[in-house]
C-alpha cells in the first residue's frame, strides 16, 4: 500500500521529448555490507568493493556498456568491468598504476583534469577538472591513453595551465554525430568537435542557459535518456535537444526537484533531489518513465551513482569509503504484488 501511495503522490510531471600487470583483478578488495545500514524492499545490497584495501572515494561514475568509468581516489581514472559479472566488478584499468604510460605530456591529475565531468562516446572519454579537459583513448580497455589535453601543457612547464572554456561540470556525447558537450557551471553549453586532431569548439553553438525563475546556479551532472539531454542545475532539472546541425537548444524545465545528480537506464530517468527549505518532496531518487511519470521512489542519497543499462543494479558511493553494489527488484519497486 505504501508503495502505491507513493506512486500516486511523487507525479512530476517531466517533459520528456595501459597496462597488463596480472595483479591488477586483485586491486578490488569485495566485502559484505556494513551492519547497521538498511534498505527498503526492492533495493538489495549484495556487496561493497574498495580499492587496493584503501578508502575509495568517488567524484565521477559512469556506466557505458559493460564498463564502469570511475574517477576518484586512490586511483585516479579508472576502468571497471561490470558486464561480464555486474554484482563483481573487475578492475581493467587504473591511472595510478600507469602514471608513466598515460600521457607524454606528465603531470596530469584527477583534480585538474576530471573532477568536474566525464562524458564517453564510443572509445573516447572526455573528462574535465579545475585546469581544463582531457581527451583519452580507451580502445585496449587495459592501457587507457591521453591523446589531447585542453589546454596543452609542455612537460617542461612547472605551473598548470588553466583555460575556462574547457572547464565543465557536465559532459554529453551526441548519439550518432561526432560531438561532445561541455556544460559549464553557470553560464554557457559549448559544442566540440571530435576528429583525428583533437577537439575544437564550434564558436556558432554556443548556448547561453536561459535565466529563468530559477536563475543558473549550478551544473551538477548530466546524462542522456532517450536521445534527449537531462542536466541537473541544482534548483531544477533541464531538458535540452539535439538539433541536425550538431547544435543543442532548451525545451524545457522542471522546478519540482531541486537536482544534483542524475543518470539513465535503457528504460529510465533517475533523477537524486536533495530536498530544500519550502520544497515538499523528500530527498532521494525518483525513476522516470519515458512518459515522464515518477514511477518508483529510492529512498537514498549517495554522493555519486550510476545504473547498468538493463536497469538491474545500482552502483554508488554512499560514504566515500567504498562503492555498494545493489540489485534492483522491479516487481517490488514498481509496486506489482
Given at each position: 500500500?505504501?508503495?502505491?501511495?507513493?506512486?500516486?503522490?511523487?507525479?512530476?510531471?517531466?517533459?520528456?521529448?595501459?597496462?597488463?600487470?596480472?595483479?591488477?583483478?586483485?586491486?578490488?578488495?569485495?566485502?559484505?555490507?556494513?551492519?547497521?545500514?538498511?534498505?527498503?524492499?526492492?533495493?538489495?545490497?549484495?556487496?561493497?568493493?574498495?580499492?587496493?584495501?584503501?578508502?575509495?572515494?568517488?567524484?565521477?561514475?559512469?556506466?557505458?556498456?559493460?564498463?564502469?568509468?570511475?574517477?576518484?581516489?586512490?586511483?585516479?581514472?579508472?576502468?571497471?568491468?561490470?558486464?561480464?559479472?555486474?554484482?563483481?566488478?573487475?578492475?581493467?584499468?587504473?591511472?595510478?598504476?600507469?602514471?608513466?604510460?598515460f600521457s607524454p605530456m606528465g603531470g596530469w591529475t584527477p583534480d585538474n583534469y576530471a573532477s568536474g565531468a566525464v562524458g564517453v562516446r564510443g572509445n573516447y572519454v572526455l573528462t574535465s577538472g579545475a585546469a581544463g579537459a582531457s581527451l583519452i583513448d580507451t580502445t585496449d580497455k587495459n592501457a587507457a591513453r591521453e591523446l589531447f589535453?585542453?589546454?596543452?601543457?609542455s612537460g617542461s612547464e612547472i605551473s598548470v595551465p588553466m583555460d575556462p572554456w574547457f572547464v565543465y561540470r557536465a559532459i554529453i556525447p551526441h548519439p550518432t554525430q561526432p560531438y561532445f558537450y561541455g556544460f559549464r557551471e553557470q553560464d554557457v553549453a559549448v559544442a566540440l568537435s571530435v576528429s583525428e586532431s583533437g577537439l575544437n569548439?564550434?564558436?556558432?553553438?554556443?548556448?547561453?542557459?536561459?535565466?529563468?525563475?530559477?536563475?543558473?546556479?549550478?551544473?551538477?551532472?548530466?546524462?542522456?535518456?532517450?536521445?534527449?539531454?537531462?542536466?541537473?542545475?541544482?534548483?531544477?532539472?533541464?531538458?535540452?535537444?539535439?538539433?541536425?546541425?550538431?547544435?543543442?537548444?532548451?525545451?524545457?524545465?522542471?522546478?519540482?526537484?531541486?537536482?544534483?545528480?542524475?543518470?539513465?537506464?535503457?528504460?529510465?530517468?533517475?533523477?537524486?533531489?536533495?530536498?530544500?527549505?519550502?520544497?515538499?518532496?523528500?530527498?532521494?531518487?525518483?525513476?522516470?518513465?519515458?512518459?515522464?511519470?515518477?514511477?518508483?521512489?529510492?529512498?537514498?542519497?549517495?554522493?555519486?551513482?550510476?545504473?547498468?543499462?538493463?536497469?538491474?543494479?545500482?552502483?554508488?558511493?554512499?560514504?566515500?569509503?567504498?562503492?555498494?553494489?545493489?540489485?534492483?527488484?522491479?516487481?517490488?519497486?514498481?509496486?506489482?504484488?
Amino acid at each position: 500500500m505504501q508503495l502505491k501511495f507513493l506512486h500516486r503522490v511523487f507525479i512530476l510531471a517531466i517533459f520528456i521529448s595501459g597496462c597488463t600487470d596480472s595483479r591488477l583483478p586483485n586491486l578490488i578488495q569485495r566485502g559484505v555490507i556494513t551492519p547497521g545500514r538498511s534498505f527498503p524492499a526492492g533495493i538489495s545490497p549484495i556487496m561493497s568493493v574498495r580499492f587496493d584495501q584503501k578508502t575509495t572515494i568517488t567524484t565521477q561514475m559512469v556506466v557505458s556498456g559493460p564498463t564502469l568509468f570511475l574517477v576518484g581516489r586512490p586511483f585516479g581514472f579508472s576502468l571497471w568491468d561490470v558486464g561480464t559479472n555486474p554484482l563483481s566488478p573487475r578492475m581493467q584499468y587504473a591511472f595510478s598504476d600507469n602514471i608513466q604510460a598515460f600521457s607524454p605530456m606528465g603531470g596530469w591529475t584527477p583534480d585538474n583534469y576530471a573532477s568536474g565531468a566525464v562524458g564517453v562516446r564510443g572509445n573516447y572519454v572526455l573528462t574535465s577538472g579545475a585546469a581544463g579537459a582531457s581527451l583519452i583513448d580507451t580502445t585496449d580497455k587495459n592501457a587507457a591513453r591521453e591523446l589531447f589535453r585542453y589546454p596543452p601543457r609542455s612537460g617542461s612547464e612547472i605551473s598548470v595551465p588553466m583555460d575556462p572554456w574547457f572547464v565543465y561540470r557536465a559532459i554529453i556525447p551526441h548519439p550518432t554525430q561526432p560531438y561532445f558537450y561541455g556544460f559549464r557551471e553557470q553560464d554557457v553549453a559549448v559544442a566540440l568537435s571530435v576528429s583525428e586532431s583533437g577537439l575544437n569548439i564550434q564558436n556558432d553553438k554556443l548556448i547561453r542557459y536561459q535565466a529563468r525563475n530559477s536563475g543558473t546556479c549550478c551544473v551538477l551532472g548530466g546524462i542522456t535518456y532517450r536521445d534527449k539531454i537531462f542536466v541537473a542545475f541544482r534548483a531544477a532539472l533541464r531538458q535540452f535537444a539535439f538539433l541536425p546541425d550538431g547544435g543543442i537548444a532548451e525545451v524545457s524545465e522542471n522546478t519540482n526537484l531541486n537536482a544534483v545528480n542524475v543518470a539513465s537506464s535503457g528504460d529510465y530517468l533517475f533523477v537524486q533531489h536533495q530536498a530544500v527549505p519550502g520544497n515538499t518532496y523528500p530527498s532521494g531518487i525518483y525513476v522516470i518513465n519515458e512518459s515522464g511519470n515518477s514511477v518508483a521512489f529510492l529512498p537514498m542519497s549517495p554522493i555519486k551513482f550510476s545504473i547498468s543499462a538493463d536497469s538491474q543494479y545500482l552502483y554508488a558511493n554512499l560514504d566515500n569509503d567504498s562503492i555498494t553494489i545493489f540489485k534492483l527488484n522491479w516487481n517490488l519497486l514498481l509496486g506489482r504484488f
